[in-house]
Each structure stands twice: as structure tokens, then as C-alpha cells.
């Protein structure tokens, strides 16, 4: 008859009575370690993150003074745009001042692309190249229906 005490174990081996105790020791050391790492990669986190931060704080004056130079620069050149628009259209029509205006713009603007993209590094100009397609195993099988 079996006996209704309790649920019945296994009865352990006599390897396992034996290493049992050192993979809880084991067990322990790698959460120990674990933790011991995690807690460096924050403290790392942490301290890049506050020194970006103060470092931004420093800079935001200077961010902003400079947004706002480049915005002024902006209005100040179509400003002149405007002016050398009127200021030809006393010597031509108004639409043809515009015109000419605005394809020299366009001609300098292409010339200056095609400049600067002489000027890049060997292996950075754009090109166009094809990705490899990789194709997955599974997708080389053939359908048993397909003809």
C-alpha cells in the first residue's frame, strides 16, 4: 500500500546531494555578478546622460543665437533677392526681372551642387548599387500544385 502522507519524491542521486549545494553557491555569484554589472552600466548611463545634459544647457545659448542668425540671414538674402528683382525690373519688365533673377539663382545653386559633390571623398558619391536579394531556403521549394 502506498502511504497518503505526502506527495513522494524522487530520491536524489548521490551526484546531485553533491553538486547541489554548489550550483545554489554558483547560482548566487552570477545574480551577484549580474547585478554588479547592470548597476555599472547605469551608473555609466547615468553619468553620460548628465553630461550631455550639462553640456546642452552650456550650448543652448549659442544653438539658439546661431537659429536665429540663420534665420535673419535667410530674410536678409531674399531681401536682396527682392531688390535685385526691382531694381531690374526698371531696365525690363517686372516678370522677366523675376525670371532672370530666379534662373541665375537656379544656375548658381547647380553649379555649387555640382562643386560640392566633386568635393566629397572617394566611395561617399552617391551611387546607385543593387542590394543582393537573399533568398530564404523555404522559399525555394516548389509548391507541390504549381505547374
Known amino acids: 500500500m502506498s502511504s497518503t502522507s505526502g506527495p513522494e519524491h524522487p ?69 536682396f533677392f527682392t531688390a535685385a528683382v526691382v531694381g531690374l525690373a526698371h531696365v525690363v519688365e517686372l516678370w522677366l526681372a523675376a525670371l532672370l533673377v530666379g534662373a541665375t539663382l537656379l544656375l548658381v545653386a547647380a553649379g555649387l551642387a555640382y562643386w560640392a559633390r566633386h568635393r566629397l571623398p572617394e566611395g561617399s558619391a552617391m551611387s546607385v548599387t543593387k542590394a543582393r536579394q537573399v533568398v530564404h531556403p523555404a522559399e525555394e521549394q516548389v509548391h507541390p500544385w504549381a505547374d
Open 11 to 79: 530520491r536524489k542521486t548521490f551526484f546531485e546531494r553533491f553538486t547541489e549545494p554548489f550550483a545554489d553557491v554558483a547560482r548566487e555569484k552570477i545574480g551577484q555578478a549580474e547585478d554588479r554589472v547592470r548597476e555599472a552600466i547605469q551608473a555609466e548611463i547615468d553619468a553620460v546622460s548628465a553630461s550631455v545634459r550639462a553640456r546642452a544647457v552650456q550650448v543652448r545659448p549659442s544653438a539658439i543665437g546661431f537659429g536665429a542668425a540663420a534665420l535673419l540671414t535667410f530674410f536678409a538674402l531674399a531681401l
